[in-house]
C-alpha cells in the first residue's frame, strides 16, 4: 500500500475544521514535489468497494418500492443524501455569514460614530469592540462553513463518481 495513513479519518475536531490534518502533505509539497509515497491511503469510508455497495444497497431499495419505474435519479440521493446534506449546512452558515458581516459593519460605523460624537461614552466603546469581535468571529465561521461545504461536496461527487464508475465496469 503506497502513501503515508490517513489522517483526515483519525483527526479531532478542531483539525477537521480547519484542515490541519492536510497540513503535513502541503509542508513537504512546498518544499518539493509531492511523490506517490507523500499522499495520504484513502480512508475507508473512500473505498471504492464501499461507495458501490452503498449505491447497490439503494438500487436495490428503489427496484423493490418501484419496480417498473426504478430510477438512478432517485437511488443516488437516497444513497448520499446524508452527507449532501451536511454539505448544505455548511453553505447555509457561510451565506449567513455573508449577511450579517454587513449588518455588523453598520452597527460598528454607528458606534463609531457615537465615540465621536461623545468621547467619554464607554458605553459606545463596548458596543464598538463587540462587534468588531463579532465581525470577525463570523468571518472565521464563513470561512470554515465555506470550507466544509467545498470538501463535503466535492467528497460527495468523488464518491458517486466512483461508485458509478465501479458499478458500470462490474456489469
Given at each position: 500500500v503506497l502513501g503515508q495513513p490517513n489522517r483526515e479519518a483519525s483527526a479531532g475536531l478542531f483539525s477537521r475544521f480547519f484542515f490541519c490534518w492536510a497540513t503535513p502533505m502541503m509542508t513537504t509539497g512546498f518544499s518539493r514535489p509531492l511523490m506517490d509515497g507523500d499522499l495520504f491511503q484513502l480512508a475507508s469510508y473512500d473505498f471504492s468497494i464501499m461507495l458501490t455497495g452503498r449505491l447497490q444497497e439503494a438500487w436495490k431499495y428503489e427496484v423493490r418500492s418501484r419496480r417498473d419505474k426504478a430510477s438512478l435519479m432517485r437511488a443516488l440521493p437516497?444513497?448520499?443524501?446524508?452527507?449532501?446534506?451536511?454539505?448544505?449546512?455548511?453553505k447555509l452558515l457561510n451565506d449567513a455569514q455573508q449577511f450579517t458581516g454587513p449588518v455588523f459593519m453598520g452597527l460598528l460605523l454607528r458606534a463609531l460614530s457615537d465615540i465621536a460624537k461623545n468621547p467619554g461614552d464607554a458605553e459606545a466603546v463596548y458596543r464598538?469592540?463587540?462587534?468588531a469581535v463579532a465581525m470577525y468571529v463570523m468571518q472565521v465561521a464563513g470561512a470554515v462553513g465555506e470550507?466544509?461545504?467545498?470538501?463535503?461536496?466535492?467528497?460527495?461527487?468523488?464518491?458517486?463518481?466512483?461508485?458509478?464508475?465501479?458499478?458500470?465496469?462490474?456489469?
Open positions: 437516497r444513497a448520499w443524501m446524508k452527507p449532501f446534506f451536511i454539505s448544505g449546512v455548511w464598538a469592540y463587540y462587534y470550507g466544509q461545504y467545498f470538501q463535503g461536496c466535492m467528497r460527495c461527487g468523488m464518491q458517486v463518481r466512483s461508485a458509478l464508475m465501479t458499478t458500470i465496469f462490474e456489469k
